[in-house]
Nanobody
Framework: QVQLVESGGGLVQAGGSLRLSCAAS?????????ITWYRQTPGKQREFVAG???????NYADSVKGRFTISRELAKSTVYLQMDSLKPEDTAVYYC??????????WGQGTQVTVSS
């Protein structure tokens, strides 16, 4: 059974940093699949934050470009989201997913990030 588990969230002051982790278990395919980070705040749709392809190509939402860095460690089947210079507007529940799982309606529990001003 495929599982993606997000962790690393917490409460941080504006300007601070957090590193989120997305650990994949189950089928090997999902361990090396392209991974995307999303975030969601109450009353709003989930939005794209950053993605990393199977080949390591990365892309970012304009709102986080230059502040967030996505990376992966294949040996640990884990994708990271390093978040620096955090702003209050980064407060959200952060989720990771693959395109395939997303089309199947799968979402993990997410990890809460709260940035205080």
């Amino acid at each position: 059974q495929v599982q993606l588990v997000e962790s690393g969230g917490g409460l941080v002051q504006a300007g601070g940093s957090l590193r989120l982790s997305c650990a994949a278990s189950g089928s090997l395919f999902y361990r090396i699949a392209a991974i995307t980070w999303y975030r969601q705040t109450p009353g709003k749709q989930r939005e794209f934050v950053a993605g990393i392809s199977t080949g390591g190509t990365t892309n970012y939402a304009d709102s986080v470009k230059g502040r967030f860095t996505i990376s992966r460690e294949l040996a640990k089947s884990t994708v990271y989201l390093q978040m620096d210079s955090l702003k209050p507007e980064d407060t959200a529940v952060y989720y990771c997913n693959t395109d395939y799982l997303r089309t199947k309606g799968y979402w993990g529990q997410g990890t809460q990030v709260t940035v205080s001003s």
